[in-house]
């Protein structure tokens, strides 16, 4: 059974880069057949799509986001982070990561994903 938790500072200033981590369990990593993505919903809204990372380390980033975005991933700690740069207060959102056996771009959907986190909240915020 693969769990994710998400964790990151629950607070960050406008302006500043948002780092978040995703922690694996259950699985090795590169898994053999997992994607890694990273989803958010700010308050009152829908699912985003971020990017997903693949088993083999490839990016795929959603075109709104990617100059200000970047997924890695850690195989020796089993962690996925997200950086995204030079936030704004229409970042504050819960983020979620979630992982497929298949390559899902653009679409948020949870029940499209195999496992899914709990979520971190995050507040931009002066």
């Known amino acids: 059974q693969v769990q994710l938790q998400e964790s990151g500072p629950g607070l960050v200033k406008p302006s500043q880069t948002l780092s978040l981590t995703c922690t694996v369990s259950g699985a090795s990593l590169p898994a053999g057949f997992y994607y890694w993505s990273w989803i958010r919903q700010p308050p009152g809204k829908g699912l985003e799509w971020m990017g997903v990372?693949?088993?083999?380390?490839?990016?795929y980033y959603s075109p709104s986001l990617k100059i200000r975005t970047s997924i890695a991933r850690d195989t020796s700690k089993k962690q996925i982070t997200l950086q995204l740069l030079s936030v704004n207060p229409e970042d504050a959102a819960v983020y979620y990561c979630?992982?497929?056996?298949?390559?899902?771009?653009?679409?948020?959907?949870?029940?499209?994903?195999?496992?899914w986190g709990q979520g971190t909240q995050v507040t931009v915020s002066s």
């Open positions: 990372i693949s088993y083999s380390g490839s990016t």
């Open positions: 979630a992982a497929s056996q298949r390559l899902i771009l653009g679409a948020p959907a949870k029940d499209l994903y195999d496992y």
